[in-house]
T-cell receptor, first 113, second 112 residues
Framework: GENVEQHPSTLSVQEGDSAVIKCTYS??????FPWYKQELGKRPQLIID?????GEKKDQRIAVTLNKTAKHFSLHITETQPEDSAVYFC????????????FGKGTMLLVSP | NAGVTQTPKFRILKIGQSMTLQCTQD?????MYWYRQDPGMGLKLIYY???????DKGEVPNGYNVSRSTTEDFPLRLELAAPSQTSVYFC???????????FGSGTRLTVV
């Protein structure tokens, strides 16, 4: 089955810096890669996703890149703000029709003012 | 649209008691999921369903049961609660794993 590794487990940055979280996956047939943000005490919420036919996707200050050859994808947050502090989870979905996402273990991002 | 609604939000159980965590979605999603999240940890899949009448085990199904009689509802049953089941439980729904999930707000369960 699919295996998703996520690094780092914790990341501390100063406000205004960039943050990068990286995930690797094992199943070369995986074709969908979402990122979820979970604020303290709240539910995970989808913030951005990318499909295997796209190399990069941006939404304001966040972007995701995908390298299918190396089987890794990354979340990039620019101009970080204190409200970006949260746990971020990456996930991968195997080939279409598979029922469940495989999640990484999460990265706690702390943005200091 | 309410999305995914979970009840109750908080519950304290005594060891050996039973309870049902309720989950309802109004998005007509076929796929529904139950996850548990222990403090400071990631999401572990308990059970999932791909449609009414169809359920399957996830990574950590022991001590839990589910049923899916309608598209909207996917209750999770805890029998003989144990302290190891103290956790936050999230229900989620979606159109399939390759379309992402919408999570409910969670149920924080403590077993004492």
């Amino acid at each position: 089955g699919e295996n998703v590794e996520q690094h780092p487990s914790t990341l501390s940055v100063q406000e205004g810096d960039s943050a990068v979280i990286k995930c690797t996956y094992s199943d070369s047939a995986s074709n969908y890669f979402p990122w979820y943000k979970q604020e303290l005490g709240k539910r995970p919420q989808l913030i951005i996703d990318i499909r295997s036919n796209v190399g990069e996707k941006k939404d304001q200050r966040i972007a995701v890149t995908l390298n299918k050859t190396a089987k890794h994808f990354s979340l990039h947050i620019t101009e970080t703000q204190p409200e970006d502090s949260a746990v971020y989870f990456c996930a991968a979905s195997p080939a279409s029709g598979y029922s469940t996402l495989t999640f990484g273990k999460g990265t706690m991002l702390l943005v200091s003012p | 649209n309410a999305g995914v609604t979970q009840t109750p939000k908080f519950r304290i159980l005594k060891i050996g008691q039973s309870m049902t965590l309720q989950c309802t979605q109004d998005m007509n999603h076929n796929y529904m999921y139950w996850y548990r999240q222990d403090p400071g940890m990631g999401l572990k899949l308990i059970y999932y369903s791909v449609g009414a009448g169809i359920t399957d085990k996830g990574e950590v199904p022991n001590g839990y049961n589910v049923s899916r009689s309608t598209t909207e509802d996917f209750p999770l049953r805890l029998e003989l609660a144990a302290p190891s089941q103290t956790s936050v439980y999230f229900c989620a729904s979606g159109q399939g794993a390759d379309y992402g999930y919408t999570f409910g707000s969670g149920t924080r369960l403590t077993v004492v």
